[in-house]
């Protein structure tokens, strides 16, 4: 284990973050470069070049192609791994519009629509199949396909079947959604994506360059491309009738309005469309380019679309998991700070574990907003990692902040104050990734995957039923879960393609993995060769567990074969998750156990366990971000303990007592905290004797501050005159979008439009537009230095105005970003304040909003005051910086009189900052990432008086926004999280709390 441990304390790039870099502006190969350093010094292991919006170089043009020739070539000396992304913004499939330009309607997605008419008159000649039929509401009396016009009987109606192509919609820059069904579509998009990259960079793929991304690809254009005026349609494409007879043997229209509608057939006809639909998606697409890749030796990657829904991942994929078959490294999408989306995770890790693939990549942190913190990045990971992920794609890297780029589902890592210590979150998940790949996962127990059930009652309109079933299935995962009982997934195309049973060891074999127990949830449906594995796993001695309501067809069908499962003497028929819960300890041995002070399961931890060269592997997270547990762990096995801390790379034995086959240790853990062991069978550990906590030193309730980055005054608000005459007084964005209409130019409220690149470059009429603004802000106490104002619209800026008198536009510098310049202010005075200005306008034009920048305070009032020079415990933003967007460094002294023996840990239970980083007596000695973590602080404080200085990290979420939604933690941010009206918009600012809000405490220990 000492290469290992080697290895643990600075894992190397392969082990690292490989995040999303958003290429969004006009590209500079030299800053691009400059960029790709920075990421490889704050520890990064590679990056996805991904086109996002408010791109202005040609997608896939010889300009963006020159540029990842130049990162490419660049990413070799700084030894950084580039990996490509394969197309402008997302989803995958139509390659920025160049798809449906090369093959017209053949790359465009198509929809089967049904209609109900009430006679031959309707019918427009265009009709796929037509059908006479009494309907009863959704109920099909009786059904006869027709070829010709016929005269209806009373109650008659006919049936009739089209295929519309989706229509062209702004996100597909001007074309429709692509045809992922098709594998022409599919094989035009290589064509012009992938085969242009291999052209370009032939000598590097395998090499430098590993591999591609794709992202979200999905069959159903609902979703991304707009909506048709018909009430029923399924995904569909021109293939599909001859692509369903050769996979089911029969003719598809024979059956078709019974997928739409209720009735004798629905069952079976569903069940057949459904899987005929995810078969055709996987060989077009996710196989077809998979093949490519491992012709041309690069990794495919990548994630499908609404992964965790049921009626939304069948009518986006048929089904989700046989994908992973395809991917070299699976992939899943965590937006948000969710922390129980369980079965997306499951539903990788599984397949991977299944088919021998170590690693599983997340796209994560994407809709967190600015505010998101190391705590977020810790905790938001750690439960993924806990069920199977072991590498991060972080959203986003962004190239530029200019315009709307700063509101693409933010934070931008690399904007961000905190930014400095990045390294520390990378390298905590590179330890964790590092140690998460060595061995196999031990999970005993295969939890089939009932989405073939949800198949046979699913119209692709009604998603109640699937909806519900989906719920309570990854209610029993939840359950599973929280009573610490690991298992995979089983998906019936993977366990058709590679399932067996080892009679011998009475085991159900998935590739790879291994099962003692096969559990059923709730399921209507089962395949021929799952039923069939079943009973000989059965007969073997294996034992399987039924939940009610128990299946009752075959493949959509009803069989008296499922007799032969449900009354075979080793199946176990329960109801209910509580009824599984209860029994199956009985069933199989339990490998581990969390318990609450109460001896109960503590069902919001999550574990994983390993087993790599004899040693086990237990990674153990609260999941609970708010409450911290005393737990009594008691680990399989016996020996000796090692914690192996992620955060430092440090490892210590620690105390535990062997108990009846399991090795006990009493632990705590804080919020959102985590912990990794390695156990040693067979050895006796040498343990310190746990310190306890003596006493607790309180600093004092108020601190002297320093402000380490200047202060900010947002001013989104103004009145702008096109010709003669002001406008009222409004936020900046809505003045934007009165002068683009007024002008008669592209709406770009929010940041769903046509690309940039399609149309900045175009000459405008109304290019060069004179606009003049009024920006107004009250002071109380003019500051005694300048005020600069900061601004992204310095070179369309002609002339500047301060209480009306001009003033010379002199650029000092930048902030923040290369696109937001300072300018100094004069002739401020104490009262209201104009800046006036006036700009040129073009179509390229982004008006955005402007800051005051300086040494000054804020009150609640937004009057510029003097600053207080100290801070209370409790919310900066009430205390004079409402806007402000860097660090704060907290100062006070404190008596200290140390013991021999003794440790001192400095820890703050609550407060609001990306990480803090702790000064004590002028020499820096650590980092609180989150507030679970105490710092160890004895060896650099002095006996008697110490000068400990808190620097606390904020964001730019108060100074950049959403400023006005009245949600203050919003859940889902986006662009239109910062452009709301109506019900969401309030006048008034909504800030998020800032500083420390609870006593800082010298836990002293021995």
Known sequence: MEEVKKCFKNPGKEYRAIPFWSWNDKLISSKLISQAKDFKEKGIGGFFMHSRVG??????GEEWLKCVEDVVKASKEIDIDPWL??????PSGFAGGKVA?????????????MKILKGPHELKGDELAIYKSQIDGEKIKYLQRIENKVELLEKEVLIALYRLIAPKTEWYNGDSPPDNLNPKSVNAFIKST????????KEEFGRTVKGIFTDEPNIYPYLWGGEFDVEYVLPYTDIFPQFFKERRGYDFFEIAPYVFLNGEKSIKARYDFWRTISELFVESYTKQISNWC?????????HLLEENIFPHAILCSGS?????EYLDIPGIDILTEVKYEFLTVKQASSVANQLGKNRVISETYGCTGWEFTFEGQKHVGDWQYALGVNLRCQHLFLYSLRGCRKRDYPPSFNHNPSWEYQNLIEDYFARLSYILTLGKPIREILLIHPIESSWCEFNGRDKSIPQERGEEFQNIISALLGIHYDFDLGDETIIEKYGKVDKEKKEFVIGEARYKLVILPQMLTLRKSTLFLLLEFLESGGKVILLEPLPEYIEGEESKDLERLLNHKNTVILKGRKALTENIENILLRRISIRDVVGQEAEQFLYMERVFNGKKIFFIVNNDRERGYEIDLYLHG??????????TGEIKNVFSMPTEGYQHLRVKFAPADSKLYVMYPGEIGKFEKPKRIQKVLYMEPVFEIERLDPNVLTLDTCQYKIEENWSREVPIWIAQREIRKYLGMINIDHNHGIQRWKWVNTPHSKDNTKIELKLKFQVKKVPKKEILLLTENFDEIEKIFVNEIEIDKIDRGWYLDENFRKIPLKNIKEGENVIHIILTYKNSTELEDFYLLGDFAVNPKREIIEEDKSLSLGDWTLQGYPHYAGRMLYRQNINVEKQEKEKIFLSIDDFSATLIKVVINNKECGLIPWKSYKLEITDFLNNGENKIELILYGS???????LHHRAQKIPFVSAQSFRVEKEEYTSQYVFYPYGLFSPVKLEVMY
Do not use: C, Q, S
Request: charged residues 35%.
């Open 638 to 647: 016996e020996g000796r303990i090692e914690e192996w801390d992620l955060f």
């Open 320 to 324: 989700i998991m046989p994908h992973y």
């Open 956 to 962: 730019l979420r108060n100074m950049l926004g959403p």
């Open 85 to 90: 992304y394969d197309e402008d913004r997302w």
């Open 294 to 302: 491992k012709e041309h030796n690069i990794l495919f990657t990548g």
């Open 55 to 60: 791109l202005e170089t040609e997608y896939m």
């Open 101 to 113: 330009k090369i093959i017209g309607d053949e790359g465009r997605a198509k929809v089967l629509a």
């Open 194 to 201: 992938h085969e242009v990259y291999y052209k370009r960079l």
